[in-house]
């Protein structure tokens, strides 16, 4: 089963449908992939999906209120962390390894954190802890590449995931198209509502604190592009020397991408963190 025909599924979670897809053979410790601001299950690279379980189940979901979850999105990346864990638990596993992508990076601090016993490894790509540098203006940057967009007739990720240069831009359309590889079966799309609310969580997450990150134990994988525009690379680095067992990953002429630009480089990397 590869990311392309995966079935989308739902589950009950307290009373609100959750959907997810899963991918890769059954695992006693899956990896769970969680979301940046704006995606649904169709924004995740194939390859980095497929990449992954090659070796492990990855599941990939959609939060409360996100896509084709039911349930208002929270406002606060600890209630979405909470959220995260009751649809963890509600498959009726006890033990996982973490995939967190930019907001979904704070969400897997959260979890790990206070969930440490349900958590084994913890990958964090295009993030940064409570309290970084420029994490508060990411709703900035976003109406910003927008604007970029429109004028240009450009998708906006060519400005958010990837450098300007010419490697950036290609690597760029290349990804952009992967996304688009998957034909039936697709994921509703986010709502303005939903938006609204990871602003809320991203901006409050942004005044935050990060001096419980010395309380991670956990071995974490930190990756970023070398000039994130929209979680500043700076913050990778804030990460890892504040985690106590970290490892960092820096992607060269990259952005908040990186692990899309690199993906058969930082696949490798993942699956060997993972071992």
């Known amino acids: 089963m590869s990311f392309e025909n995966a079935p989308t599924k739902a589950i009950d979670v307290d009373g609100t449908s959750f959907v997810y897809r899963e991918i890769g053979e059954k695992s006693d410790v899956p990896v769970i992939f969680l979301h940046h601001l ?35 999105t929270p406002t606060s990346v600890e209630e ?13 596993l006890s033990k996982v390894d973490l995939l967190g992508f930019s907001l979904g990076g704070f969400v897997a601090q959260v979890i790990a954190q206070e969930q440490p016993d349900l958590i084994r490894k913890v990958i964090i790509a295009g993030s940064g802890p409570a309290g970084g540098e420029g994490l508060s203006n990411m709703g900035a940057v976003l109406q910003d590449a927008l604007a970029k967009a429109g004028a240009s007739g450009k998708h906006p990720k060519h400005f958010l995931f990837f450098s300007q240069t010419d490697n950036g831009q290609v690597a760029a359309s290349a990804f952009l198209a992967r996304l688009n590889e998957r034909e039936g079966d697709r994921d509703a799309a986010i709502s303005n ?68 630009q690199y993906h058969p480089v930082f696949v490798q990397q993942a699956l060997d963190f993972l071992r």
Do not use: Y
């Not at 980095?48 to 349930?71: K, L, M, P, T, Y």
């Not at 979405?80 to 009726?92: E, H, K, P, S, T």
């Not at 809320?200 to 419980?212: F, L, N, V, Y």
């Open 38 to 72: 704006t995606a649904v299950l169709d924004d995740w690279d194939p390859r980095v999906v497929d990449g992954v379980a090659a070796e492990h189940q990855v599941i990939i979901f959609d939060n409360r209120g996100v896509g084709g979850s039911g349930g208002a």
């Open 80 to 92: 979405m962390a909470r959220d995260a864990v009751a649809f963890i638990r509600a498959l009726g």
């Open 193 to 260: 509502e939903t938006i609204g609310a990871q602003l809320t969580a991203i901006h409050a997450w942004g005044q935050g604190d990060p001096s419980k990150l010395s309380e991670i134990h956990h071995p974490v994988l930190v990756a970023n592009g070398d000039d994130d525009v929209m979680a500043p690379t700076i913050n990778s680095f804030e990460l890892a020397r504040r985690l106590p067992n970290a490892q960092l990953s820096i992607f060269p002429d990259a952005s908040h991408g990186g692990i899309f």
